[in-house]
């Protein structure tokens, strides 16, 4: 089985700040590699897909790089709203979908 | 605009079963995959099973083949997850989530999620 791993697990960070968070495979997914975002008591919502492919309606300060094994998504300029847990999921293994373990994004 | 909304969950002995459902509105409910995904409290997403436009496919997670069911009225545009043998590490908040394609594949994603609903296993 595929196993992702996130780090850090969680991050204190400022409203402005250039975040990064790190996805790593356990082995190559190619670009199958989605990211989600969540906030305490809702449910998941879709920011990327495809590595790269922003989901309608996610500002353009959300992005996705990577392939293979390593993966990041990067929050260029960090606003209040971005405070959440953010995990990846591989859809390489398909019809196995694999999430990382989270990643909490705390106001500094 | 697309909703998914789930119920039937609730406080459940061990050893018991339980159906949760899930009714989607604002798409063409027989034209995606569906998924299910859990929670269990102050953890991660766990996948746990997902099943075809049409039904005729379905997969699940090693941790709850043999115990889950997963299934769909298309009818109905409901979504199903009949739970069987409920162990205590099945507490959780189950959420429909749906695939972004008609036959889950290496370019699925989950656009769209239900709100959940939380199954509880005690004694």
């Known amino acids: 089985d595929i196993q992702m791993t996130q780090s850090p697990s969680s991050l204190s960070a400022s409203v402005g700040d250039r975040v990064t968070i790190t996805c790593r495979a356990s082995?190559?997914?190619?670009?199958?590699l989605n990211w989600y975002q969540q906030k305490p008591g809702k449910a998941p919502k879709l920011l990327i897909y495809?590595?790269?492919s922003l989901q309608s309606g996610v500002p353009s300060r959300f992005s996705g790089s990577g392939s293979g094994t390593d993966f990041t998504l990067t929050i260029s300029s960090l606003q209040p709203e971005d405070f959440a847990t953010y995990y990846c999921?591989?859809?390489?293994?398909?019809?196995?979908?694999?999430f990382g373990q989270g990643t909490k994004l705390e106001i500094k | 605009q697309v909703q998914l909304v789930e119920s039937g969950g609730g406080v459940v002995q061990p050893g018991r079963s339980l159906r949760i459902s899930c009714v989607a509105s604002?798409?063409?409910?027989?034209?995606?995959?569906m998924h299910w995904v859990r929670q269990a409290p102050g953890k991660g997403l766990e996948w746990v099973a997902v099943?075809?436009?049409?039904?005729?496919?379905?997969y699940y997670a090693d941790s709850v083949k043999g115990r889950f069911t997963i299934s769909r009225d298309n009818s109905r545009n409901t979504l199903y997850l009949q739970v069987y043998t409920l162990r205590a590490e099945d507490t959780a908040v189950y959420y429909c989530?749906?695939?972004?394609?008609?036959?889950?594949?290496?370019?699925?994603?989950?656009?769209?999620w239900g709100q959940g609903t939380l199954v509880t296993v005690s004694s």
């Open positions: 495809g590595v790269f």
């Open positions: 999921q591989q859809s390489y293994s398909t019809p196995i979908y694999t």
């Open positions: 989530a749906r695939d972004s394609r008609r036959y889950f594949d290496w370019l699925s994603n989950f656009d769209f």
């Open positions: 604002g798409f063409t409910f027989s034209d995606y995959a």
């Open positions: 099943i075809s436009y049409d039904g005729s496919n379905k």
């Open positions: 082995q190559t997914i190619s670009t199958y």
